[in-house]
């Protein structure tokens, strides 16, 4: 970057932020508004397939045996009470991007690892869902700051 150079500052000091989350600190890099579109765009366009099969197979191999009036089979869907199952997989696989991509937002201490081959299942091994949660949050309120009042209005 030519204005970093004649400022004589280092960019990505200057895009390191920190936080502390259960006594640990962690520390993220602020992502360009480029980055941040490929995240949204990675999260938006996530493939929840997978997801669906995980949810669906299940209730789909035990049809018969399932109770009629709370699983229903509609089209390429199952309905549970009412509820979308290929719904609750699509939202699922959006949040466990939006989590990956968060999550390789943090800078490692040890500076030779690659962030870019964390997956969700990593993280979900490493930290129960309310930790992951709570991490997220911290993350964005650290790239975002002013995120959780704009969302209020």
Known sequence: MKFAQALGINPEQLRTRSFTLGGQQFRVR?????EMEAINKAVESVDWKPKFAELADPLKKEKKDLQS????FKGDDVLVEGK???E?????????ERITQMVRLLVPSDESFDMSTISYQDINAEWPFSV??????KIIEVISPGYEETRKN
């Open 132 to 137: 992951q949660m709570e991490l997220m949050k």
């Open 30 to 34: 602020i992502p360009l508004s480029s």
């Open 69 to 72: 009036d709370l699983i229903e």
């Open 88 to 96: 609750l997989a699509m939202l699922a696989s959006k949040n466990e």
């Open 84 to 86: 979308s199952v290929k």
